[in-house]
């Protein structure tokens, strides 16, 4: 009997450990995952709704996360914003590449930096004179 609970004890033990055990060897808990996942979703979502854009927008910019994660957070973020009577804030800066993307730059964007470097160099900016020193 002793033998019994010694075994349940450790064995509860050495599980306990299994998830800093798999951390350690790179190995990631799907439920875990999942959770991170559908929180970021949930977050992409409110801030899109309250960036202004269209629950559509959002599904292509962020293709990469789940629909239904996107959709919740916008829908809580939108009946937050029609309670409270926020409005909406312009978005600054643009959408992000999706991971696992090389970012690639537009091809009008390679051609002005080509025409760039053949062109003759810019005119020097003027500066203001030194000022006059007086000798005594």
Same mark, same amino acid.
Not at 63 to 69: E, F, I, T, V
Not at 79 to 99: G, H, K, S, V, W
């Given at each position: 009997?002793?033998?019994? /609970?010694?075994?349940?004890?450790?064995?509860?033990?050495?599980?306990?450990?299994?998830?800093?055990?798999?951390?350690?060897?790179?190995?990631?808990?799907? /439920?875990?995952?999942?959770?991170?996942?559908?929180?970021?979703?949930? /977050?992409?979502?409110?801030?899109?709704?309250?960036?202004?854009? #269209?629950?559509?927008?959002?599904?292509?910019?962020?293709?990469?996360?789940?629909?239904?994660?996107?959709?919740?957070?916008?829908?809580?973020?939108?009946?937050?914003?029609?309670?409270?009577?926020?409005?909406?804030? /312009?978005?600054?800066?643009?959408?992000?590449?999706?991971?696992?993307?090389?970012?690639?730059?537009?091809?009008?964007?390679?051609?002005?930096?080509?025409?760039?470097?053949?062109?003759?160099? #810019?005119?020097?900016?003027?500066?203001?004179?030194?000022?006059?020193?007086?000798?005594?």
């Amino acid at each position: 009997m002793i033998k019994h /609970a010694l075994i349940l004890s450790l064995t509860a033990m050495v599980l306990t450990g299994c998830d800093q055990v798999t951390a350690k060897l790179g190995i990631e808990n799907p /439920a875990l995952k999942e959770a991170k996942v559908d929180a970021e979703g949930k /977050a992409v979502g409110s801030a899109c709704r309250h960036s202004g854009r #269209a629950i559509e927008d959002c599904y292509a910019i962020y293709s990469w996360l789940p629909k239904a994660s996107v959709y919740s957070g916008w829908r809580e973020m939108d009946e937050y914003m029609r309670e409270n009577q926020l409005e909406t804030i /312009a978005p600054q800066l643009p959408p992000p590449e999706p991971p696992g993307v090389k970012r690639r730059r537009p091809a009008a964007a390679a051609e002005a930096e080509t025409a760039n470097t053949t062109a003759a160099p #810019a005119a020097p900016t003027e500066t203001a004179p030194p000022a006059a020193t007086e000798n005594k």
